[in-house]
C-alpha cells in the first residue's frame, strides 16, 4: 500500500481518503487501506486481505476495534464481510484478536507466522486462513548457515509448511493454509497441493513459460504427522515459540518494518492534508 500509495495512477484513492477523513488521519489511514482493497475488489472475484495496523500486534482490543472498523467500512460500500479477511500477526494477541473476531463471521488471515507454534496457536483460534512465510524462513537459514542456497525439497521454508500441513490435515483443522514469500518457483512446485498460494507476477511468469508435469506433494489422506495435537496456554506458546530463534527474529523483524511503513505513509497522508 505504501508502494501503490506513491504511484500516480492510485493519486485519487488516496487524496479521497484525505478528503474524507477531514483532518483525521487515523481514519485517512484506513479509508486508504478500504479505497485498495475496494478497487482490488472490482477487479478479482474472490477475497481481499486488509491489515491491521502492525503497532497494534500485541493489543487486543484495539486489533479487534481496527478490524471492525474496517469491516463497517467495506459494508457501508455495499462489501459483504467474507470478502474480506482482516490480516493480524501470529502473536498471542493477534490470535485472541483472531479468535473474538471469527466468532462475529469477521474472517482473518494471520500474517508473519514461520513457526508450527504459530499454526496452532491460530488454528485453536479457528482463523479462517494462515500465510506461512517461506521466502523469509529461507532467507534467514541462508545467512544463519551461510549458505547460497538449498535443493527445493529441503529448504527450510517449504520443510515449515510442509509441517504445518500435515499437522492441520492430520487434527481435522479447517484453517486454510496459504504459502507467502516466495524466492524461486521451485519453493511453489514443492507445495503444490497447499490448500493456497499466494505467487508474484514474476514468478507466475516463470511457471507459465516452464515445460512437464506438475507432481502433486500436498494432499490431505497422504500427509500426517506424528505429533499429538499442542494445547497452548499462554505461557507454553510463549515458551515455545522462544525456542525458535527464527521465528522470534522474523516476526520481530516483520512488525519492526510493517509498523515503519505504517509511519512513512502517515506522514504522506499529513503531509498531502496540510
Same mark, same amino acid.
Given at each position: 500500500?505504501?508502494?501503490?500509495?506513491?504511484?500516480?495512477?492510485?493519486?485519487?484513492?488516496?487524496?479521497? /481518503?484525505?478528503?474524507?477523513?477531514?483532518?483525521?488521519? #487515523?481514519?485517512?489511514?484506513?479509508?486508504?487501506?478500504?479505497?485498495?482493497?475496494?478497487?482490488?475488489?472490482?477487479?478479482?472475484? %474472490?477475497?481481499?486481505?486488509?491489515? +491491521?495496523?502492525? @503497532?497494534?500486534?500485541?493489543?487486543?482490543?484495539?486489533? +479487534?476495534?481496527?478490524?471492525?472498523?474496517? =469491516?463497517? &467500512?467495506?459494508?457501508?460500500? $455495499? =462489501?459483504?464481510?467474507?470478502?474480506?479477511?482482516?490480516?493480524?500477526?501470529?502473536?498471542?494477541?493477534? /490470535?485472541?484478536?483472531? *479468535?473474538?473476531?471469527?466468532?462475529? %463471521?469477521? !474472517?482473518?488471515?494471520?500474517?508473519?507466522?514461520?513457526?508450527?507454534?504459530?499454526?496452532?496457536?491460530?488454528?485453536?483460534?479457528?482463523?479462517?486462513?494462515? #500465510?506461512?512465510? +517461506? $521466502? @523469509?524462513?529461507?532467507?534467514?537459514?541462508?545467512?544463519?548457515?551461510?549458505?547460497?542456497?538449498?535443493?527445493?525439497?529441503?529448504?527450510? $521454508?517449504?520443510?515449515?509448511?510442509?509441517? =504445518?500441513?500435515?499437522?492441520?490435515?492430520? !487434527?481435522?483443522?479447517?484453517? &486454510?493454509?496459504?504459502?507467502?514469500?516466495? @524466492?524461486?518457483? &521451485?519453493?511453489?512446485?514443492?507445495?503444490? %497441493?497447499?490448500?493456497?498460494?499466494?505467487?508474484?507476477?514474476?514468478?507466475?511468469?516463470?511457471?507459465?513459460?516452464?515445460? %512437464?508435469?506438475?507432481?502433486?506433494?500436498?494432499?490431505?489422506?497422504?500427509? @500426517?504427522?506424528?505429533?499429538?495435537?499442542?494445547?497452548?496456554?499462554?505461557?507454553?506458546?510463549?515458551?515455545?515459540?522462544?525456542?525458535?530463534?527464527?521465528?522470534?527474529?522474523?516476526?520481530?523483524?516483520?512488525?519492526?518494518?510493517?509498523?515503519?511503513?505504517?509511519?512513512?505513509?502517515?506522514?504522506?497522508? *499529513?503531509?498531502?492534508?496540510?
Amino acid at each position: 500500500i505504501l508502494a501503490a500509495a506513491k504511484m500516480s495512477e492510485f493519486e485519487e484513492l488516496v487524496k479521497k /481518503a484525505v478528503v474524507d477523513a477531514k483532518g483525521d488521519l #487515523s481514519l485517512a489511514l484506513d479509508l486508504v487501506f478500504v479505497n485498495f482493497g475496494e478497487a482490488i475488489l472490482d477487479i478479482v472475484p %474472490g477475497r481481499v486481505s486488509t491489515e +491491521v495496523d502492525a @503497532r497494534l500486534s500485541f493489543d487486543v482490543k484495539k486489533s +479487534v476495534e481496527k478490524a471492525r472498523r474496517f =469491516i463497517r &467500512e467495506y459494508q457501508s460500500r $455495499g =462489501i459483504p464481510r467474507e470478502r474480506v479477511l482482516i490480516k493480524l500477526a501470529s502473536t498471542w494477541e493477534g /490470535a485472541l484478536a483472531a *479468535k473474538e473476531l471469527e466468532k462475529e %463471521g469477521i !474472517h482473518c488471515n494471520m500474517t508473519l507466522l514461520f513457526s508450527l507454534e504459530q499454526a496452532a496457536l491460530c488454528a485453536e483460534a479457528r482463523a479462517t486462513l494462515i #500465510s506461512p512465510f +517461506v $521466502g @523469509r524462513i529461507l532467507d534467514w537459514y541462508k545467512k544463519a548457515e551461510n549458505k547460497e542456497s538449498y535443493p527445493a525439497e529441503k529448504d527450510p $521454508g517449504v520443510l515449515s509448511v510442509q509441517e =504445518i500441513y500435515a499437522y492441520y490435515k492430520t !487434527h481435522g483443522y479447517p484453517t &486454510e493454509i496459504m504459502g507467502a514469500s516466495f @524466492r524461486n518457483k &521451485e519453493e511453489v512446485l514443492e507445495l503444490a %497441493g497447499c490448500d493456497l498460494l499466494t505467487i508474484s507476477p514474476k514468478l507466475l511468469a516463470e511457471l507459465e513459460q516452464g515445460v %512437464g508435469q506438475v507432481t502433486r506433494k500436498l494432499s490431505p489422506d497422504k500427509s @500426517r504427522c506424528e505429533q499429538p495435537k499442542k494445547v497452548l496456554t499462554e505461557s507454553a506458546f510463549r515458551f515455545a515459540f522462544n525456542e525458535n530463534p527464527m521465528a522470534v527474529e522474523k516476526l520481530s523483524e516483520g512488525i519492526r518494518k510493517f509498523s515503519a511503513d505504517i509511519r512513512t505513509l502517515e506522514a504522506y497522508l *499529513k503531509k498531502m492534508g496540510s
